[in-house]
C-alpha cells in the first residue's frame, strides 16, 4: 500500500465502486466536453451492460475475466459486435479515467480482446424507394429537410441546423456550407453546436427553399420568430424539434409504402444511392464529412452492386433544385 502511495495512487480511495467511478466519468465538469446525444447513448450502455453485472465492485478488485464474462454474455444474447465494442470501450475509458484520478491501478479492461459477434447491416433503401419517399414527400411541408438530408446525406442535427447565412444564392452552382449542428443540451433545450471535426465542415450542393418559407412568414405573421435564421423550421420560425422530425417522416415513409424509418437512415441512403449512381468513394467521403473514407465504406455504403438509373443532379421536387459539383 506504501508502493501504491508513492506511486501517486490514492490508497484512500480504495473503497470507489465502478458505479462511483461511472457517475464521476458522466460528471459534465470532469470529463471531456460530449453532446447530449453521444452521453446518452455512452450512458445507456453503461447503465445496461456494465453496472448491473459490476456496479457494486470496487474498481481495485475487478479483474479482466469480469469484463469477459459481460461480453461473452452479450454474445450469448445475440448483441451485435458494434455493441459489445463499445461496451468494452466504455469499460476502457472509465477505468483510464480512475487511472488519471490515481483510484485505478491498472485498467483491466486495457487487455480484453473484443468478442467477435454478428455484424447488422445499416438499414438502406433502394432507388426505387427513394423515388417513392421522394414523391411522397412532394406536399409535406419538411419536403426540402427530407430532399437534402436524402441527397446529400446531412445529419438530422445539420439539416435542422442549417441557417441561411451558409447559403450562398450567387454562387454557381450555388451552395450550401454544413456549419452548425442543432443538438439538445443537458438542459433537453435545443441549441447550435459547432461540428465535432473539422471534416464536418463541407459545401455542398444546395436547395432553394427561400420562396417556401417566405410564404410561411407572411402567412405566421407577427407568431414569425426566426432568430437563428434557420432554413428549416417550424411553421412559425422555430427551431424543429427531433421527434417532430422524426414523426414528420414516418408519415411520409408509410404514405410512400416504405416500412419504419428513421432520420439518420437518409444519411445511409444518401451514400448507397450516392455509390450506385457511381460517385467515387472519396466524393462520397467527402460530402458525408468523414475524416476517411474508410469510414464511409464500413459503415455507411451497402455492399454489392444494384442496378441503378438513379440521376441525383436532375431530381427537382415543388422548387427544391439540386446540383452536382462533381461529374
Known amino acids: 500500500m506504501?508502493?501504491?502511495?508513492?506511486?501517486?495512487?490514492d490508497v484512500a480511495e480504495r473503497s470507489t465502486t465502478f458505479a462511483d467511478l461511472a457517475r464521476q466519468f458522466f460528471d459534465p465538469g470532469l470529463t471531456v466536453e460530449l453532446s447530449e446525444n453521444t452521453r446518452e447513448e455512452y450512458q445507456g450502455i453503461v447503465d445496461r451492460h456494465l453496472l448491473p453485472a459490476f456496479g457494486n465492485r470496487k474498481v481495485v478488485a475487478l479483474r479482466p475475466n469480469d469484463i469477459e464474462d459481460v461480453l461473452q454474455a452479450m454474445a450469448a444474447h445475440g448483441y451485435s459486435a458494434r455493441t459489445m465494442s463499445l461496451t468494452l470501450n466504455m469499460a476502457r475509458r472509465i477505468l483510464r479515467f480512475?487511472?488519471?484520478?490515481?483510484?485505478?491501478?491498472?485498467?483491466?479492461?486495457?487487455?480484453?480482446?473484443?468478442?467477435?459477434?454478428?455484424v447488422r447491416t445499416r438499414g438502406s433503401i433502394t432507388p426505387d424507394e427513394a423515388r417513392a419517399l421522394l414523391a411522397a414527400a412532394r406536399t409535406h411541408r419538411l419536403a426540402g429537410l427530407f430532399i437534402v438530408s436524402l441527397l446529400l446525406g446531412l445529419r438530422p442535427g445539420?439539416?435542422?441546423?442549417?441557417?441561411w447565412d451558409a447559403v450562398d444564392l450567387d454562387s454557381t452552382p450555388p451552395t450550401l456550407t454544413v456549419e452548425p449542428s442543432l443538438r439538445r443540451t443537458a438542459g433537453k433545450t435545443l441549441s447550435l453546436t459547432k461540428p465535432k471535426t473539422a471534416s464536418n465542415w463541407r459545401t455542398l450542393a444546395r436547395v432553394d427553399q427561400k420562396r417556401f418559407q417566405a410564404r410561411e412568414r407572411l402567412a405566421a405573421g407577427e407568431k414569425w420568430s426566426n432568430p437563428d435564421r434557420l432554413v428549416f423550421?417550424?411553421?412559425?420560425?422555430?427551431?424543429?424539434?427531433?421527434?417532430?422530425?422524426?414523426?414528420?417522416?414516418?408519415?411520409v415513409a408509410t404514405k410512400a409504402?416504405?416500412?419504419?424509418?428513421?432520420?439518420?437512415?437518409?444519411?445511409h441512403a444518401a451514400a448507397s444511392l450516392m455509390s450506385d449512381a457511381g460517385v467515387r468513394l472519396e466524393d462520397i467521403a467527402d460530402t458525408l464529412g468523414h475524416r476517411s473514407v474508410t469510414i464511409t465504406a464500413d459503415i455507411y455504403r451497402a455492399w454489392g452492386a444494384r442496378e441503378c438509373a438513379f440521376d441525383l443532379r436532375k431530381w427537382t421536387c415543388?422548387?427544391?433544385?439540386?446540383?452536382?459539383?462533381?461529374?
Open 2 to 9: 506504501r508502493a501504491q502511495h508513492e506511486a501517486g495512487h
Open 98 to 118: 480512475g487511472e488519471r484520478r490515481g483510484v485505478v491501478i491498472r485498467n483491466v479492461a486495457a487487455i480484453v480482446e473484443p468478442v467477435r459477434g454478428p
Open 158 to 163: 445539420e439539416a435542422a441546423g442549417l441557417q
Open 233 to 251: 423550421t417550424t411553421n412559425v420560425g422555430s427551431s424543429l424539434h427531433p421527434s417532430n422530425v422524426r414523426q414528420a417522416l414516418q408519415i
Open 257 to 267: 409504402g416504405l416500412g419504419h424509418m428513421h432520420p439518420h437512415l437518409l444519411r
Open 318 to 327: 415543388r422548387g427544391f433544385h439540386f446540383a452536382s459539383e462533381k461529374p
